[in-house]
């Protein structure tokens, strides 16, 4: 694996921005997507008692999964990563608090399109900048682009206190079904278990979407299980993966308001180790 170079956020708001895919191809996030940072860690405002209930009972969503506290002055989370090596040069911004905005150019079009899959069914706000050696072909920057997702993550998400930590979706797509279970432990793990039947979505080489995977949970320290209940086109088969991934996601990082910001293990503390 290269080295490479990143960056940490720092403090600032963001503005409200409607949901959907953002027009432009500047290298940076322009203003209307612009990203705050945040310190390490999650900041988290409870409200009384009565009022959590209720909102908890009114705004389960997923899999049974309350929203984030509406608190407007709570911090979002974000996660941002610059890598650069002599094959690629990635910049990820990740707000996991978003309201699915997706900026994302990768020099792969397909992935692209899986990017704002994950923005959109996830909820967050998505910048993905890169350049890469495509010209060789996209292996470079599949695994690039996925490292530095799963870093920003890692930053987005700090101790990890107060979130649900663990995910379960199963999403269709016409005749394919994938069935995604996640775990935010601090211990990467990945089993895959998909089939699909062509070498090749348009140009994009279908061995890299497990190997994209991978590579995301070795820098975010996830568990990852992913299962192909059915599917015979393989754009239905990655497109519902990466949906049901998006949920699952979504499902874990948002906040559990029984726990009251405490970190959702035995042990008091969720680490790569």
């Given at each position: ?119 959109s069914h996830g909820l967050f706000d998505v910048c993905v900048k890169a350049k890469g ?65 062509t070498e090749r979505v348009g140009t994009y080489d279908t061995q890299l979407v497990e ?63």
């Amino acid at each position: 694996m290269t080295t490479a170079r990143f960056v940490s956020p720092s403090l600032s708001r963001m503005s409200p921005s409607p949901a959907g895919r953002v027009s432009g191809s500047s290298w940076l996030p322009r203003a209307e997507v612009a990203f705050p940072a945040r310190p390490r860690g999650l900041s988290l405002h409870l409200r009384p008692p009565a009022m959590a209930s209720a909102a908890a009972a009114a705004s389960a969503a997923g899999n049974g999964s309350p929203s984030a506290p509406e608190d407007s002055t709570a911090l979002s989370r974000i996660g941002e990563v610059k890598r650069v090596t002599k094959e690629t040069n990635v910049h990820v911004k990740i707000n996991l608090d978003g309201t699915g905005v997706a900026d994302c150019s990768t020099g792969i079009p397909f992935l692209d399109h899986m990017l704002d899959q994950l923005a959109s069914h996830g909820l967050f706000d998505v910048c993905v900048k890169a350049k890469g050696d495509t010209h060789i072909d996209d292996h470079h920057s599949n695994e690039d682009i996925a490292l530095a997702i799963g870093t920003a993550l890692l930053e987005a998400l700090g101790d990890r206190k107060g979130i649900n930590r663990f995910g379960h979706f199963t999403a269709p797509l016409d005749e394919a079904a994938v069935e995604v279970i996640l775990d935010l432990s601090g211990r990467p793990h990945l089993s895959c278990g998909l089939s699909i039947p062509t070498e090749r979505v348009g140009t994009y080489d279908t061995q890299l979407v497990e190997h994209f995977f991978q590579s995301l949970v070795n820098t975010s320290g996830m568990t990852l299980h992913i299962r192909q209940l059915a599917g015979k086109n393989s754009h239905h088969i990655i497109e519902a993966t990466f949906k049901a991934f998006a949920r699952a996601l979504r499902q874990a990082t948002e906040y559990d308001l029984r726990r009251r910001g405490t970190v959702p293990s035995s042990k008091g503390v969720l680490s790569r180790s």
